[in-house]
């Protein structure tokens, strides 16, 4: 799934839209890692009771997206992710507008239980990480185990890499997603390119 969020009216660029692609392979070649910046997401985190019937259903019904019931754990649709970061914290991830209007009437539906809903999309930028070599560099600098029997798809985790904080997610055997602040995603795509020193890498623009 690649996220691609554009406006009509407004040109928007992401904290790394400057970066010069870069290409350490041959063209031929398939490259050990790649990153990408996703572009443009939304982002919202959602605070409430997953012991509540209430909540539960109205969130499943509002982002018709599954509710994971485990911290660590992640669900998702053809447009939406989302993350269960602690046992009643979610981080909601998505690539279309419509997303809004949805959260808008997940807002009024559950007035009578208690939530917080933030819209967190201009504090964030989302990097894709991929490649046979991605867990190798990744485990350079990140302080969990990312041994694929103990993080593989549909695991997430609010972590650190290179000293920055990061939430991660596995959306398949070798692909990553890392979500971390827009201050320090340029030094992360440095950090990043550093460690992949002896890999064949790739950078890729949104």
């Known amino acids: 799934m690649v996220f691609n969020l554009t406006s009509d009216k407004i040109k928007s660029e992401t904290a790394i839209n400057n970066r010069i692609a870069y290409d350490t392979g041959n063209q031929d070649e398939k490259h050990e890692i790649i990153i990408q910046d996703a572009g443009l997401v939304n982002i919202y985190n959602l605070r409430g009771s997953q012991r509540s019937s209430t909540f539960r259903k109205f969130f499943q019904l509002s982002l018709n997206v599954e509710v994971p019931n485990k911290a660590c754990t992640f669900s998702s649709n053809d447009k939406t992710f989302v993350l269960q970061t602690s046992p009643d914290e979610w981080m909601i991830l998505s690539n279309y507008n419509e997303i809004h209007q949805q959260v808008i009437e997940l807002e009024k539906k559950l007035t009578k239980v ?38 593989g798809p549909k695991i997430c985790a609010q972590t650190t890499l290179a000293l920055t904080d990061i939430t991660i997610f596995c959306t398949a055997k070798n692909s990553f997603t890392v979500i971390c602040r827009n201050s320090y995603a340029n030094y992360l795509v440095d950090w990043l390119e550093d460690a992949s020193f002896d890999c064949s890498y790739k950078f890729l623009k949104s």
Do not use: M, T, W
């Open 114 to 151: 208690h939530f917080a809903i933030n819209n967190l999309s201009d504090q964030y930028q989302v990097i894709y990480i991929s490649g046979e070599k991605s867990r190798f560099v990744l485990s350079k600098g990140c302080s969990i185990d990312l041994d694929p029997s103990v993080f």
